[in-house]
């Protein structure tokens, strides 16, 4: 009787336990490995200048190269680079003004696809103001902030990546350039 209910158990669990509704197991997202932090002096003359990621590469932007202060800081193993724009004010208010709008206006165009955009105004320990809008979503910039000292600089950063993985699996690399970033506005200096 006990052997009898033992094979009546086996042969329940395998008729159950085989069906047709198999479920695929969800794609794993690729396994990112970040260097160790490390940062070095903007060395060729600019107006400004900061300390960058050693992970980062300074190059002319190639866009606009009759823009010699714009460069990009690119992050080679990581797809990504920082679009950096600088405009003087030159002690004019109307300038200030108009780099302010662009700024707004760049950031407010990726609403469409942005889930929210949280801005942060803050002051760099050079007693420069700045404003830092990070970005949700599958937008293709996830931080973006601007430096000015209101009278004759202005500093326009944006983080840009060149691969068409979501933003969820990018999540460790957005975080740590972000962390590099933060760290460029805290050491950035206007030069007179």
């Known amino acids: 009787m006990k052997n009898l209910f033992l094979i009546y158990i086996c042969l329940l669990t395998i008729l159950t336990s085989c069906g ?5 197991k969800p794609k794993g997202y690729n396994r990112i490995d970040l260097p160790d932090r490390g940062f070095a002096t903007l060395v060729p003359e600019y ?3 900061f300390e960058h990621s050693l992970h980062s590469n300074v190059e002319a932007d ?3 190269p009759q823009e010699t202060s714009w460069i ?10 920082v679009h950096l ?12 003004k108009s780099y302010l709008g662009d700024a707004i206006t760049l950031t407010s165009k990726h609403q469409i696809k942005a889930y929210g955009i949280e801005e942060n105004i803050l002051m760099t320990p050079h007693g420069y103001t700045g404003v830092v809008a990070e970005l949700s979503g599958e937008v ?3 931080f973006q902030f601007f430096v000015t000292d209101s009278t004759q ?5 944006a983080l840009y990546f060149n691969v068409a993985n979501k933003n969820d699996s990018l999540a460790p ?5 972000k962390m590099d970033m933060m760290h460029l506005i805290n050491t950035l200096e206007f030069k007179n």
Do not use: C
């Not at 990009?72 to 680079?81: I, Q, R, S, T, V």
């Not at 724009?85 to 200030?96: A, F, M, Q, S």
């Open 20 to 24: 047709n509704d198999y479920l695929p």
């Open 47 to 49: 107006p400004y200048t």
């Open 62 to 64: 190639e866009f606009n």
């Open 72 to 81: 990009n800081l690119h992050y080679e193993g990581m797809e990504a680079k």
């Open 85 to 96: 724009t600088y405009k003087p004010i030159k002690g004019k208010e109307e300038n200030l």
């Open 140 to 142: 293709p910039t996830q």
């Open 153 to 157: 600089h202005f500093l326009r950063g």
């Open 173 to 177: 690399v957005i975080e740590y350039i």
